[in-house]
Nanobody
Framework: QVQLVESGGGLVQAGGSLRLSCAAS????????MGWFRQAPGKEREFVAV????????YYPDSVKGRFTISRDNAKNTVYLQMNSLKPEDTAVYYC?????????????????WGQGTQVTVSS
């Protein structure tokens, strides 16, 4: 079992930056690939970033590539999402997720544990 708690969300102007954090507790953090997803009102949850167990693999969708960076610190049981050049369309609740299976995936159903989410609002 893994418990995930996100923090760092808030209100920012377009062009600004935020760094989200996700603190994990429970079983060995380094055994999990970690991902970030987001969900805007009325929309499905969508993939934002994923990082492999040892930080060697990362993937991003085109919508955030070059602006967002995922990283992890296994010693601190924490995964981060640095978000730069934010746009109003980035407004959503952002969720951290952990995957216990083999490999790195980008699908919601590929992740086993989820945090409660943190709101990010980007004003124009």
């Amino acid at each position: 079992q893994v418990q995930l708690v996100e923090s760092g969300g808030g209100l920012v102007q377009a062009g600004g930056s935020l760094r989200l954090s996700c603190a994990a507790s429970g079983r060995s953090f380094s055994a999990y690939a970690m991902g970030w997803f987001r969900q805007a009102p009325g929309k499905e949850r969508e993939f934002v970033a994923v990082i492999g167990r040892n930080s060697g693999t990362t993937y991003y969708p085109d919508s955030v590539k070059g602006r967002f960076t995922i990283s992890r610190d296994n010693a601190k049981n924490t995964v981060y999402l640095q978000m730069n050049s934010l746009k109003p369309e980035d407004t959503a609740v952002y969720y951290c997720a952990a995957r216990g299976g083999i490999g790195v995936v980008t699908l919601v159903r590929g992740f086993d544990y989820w945090g409660q989410g943190t709101q990010v609002t980007v004003s124009s």
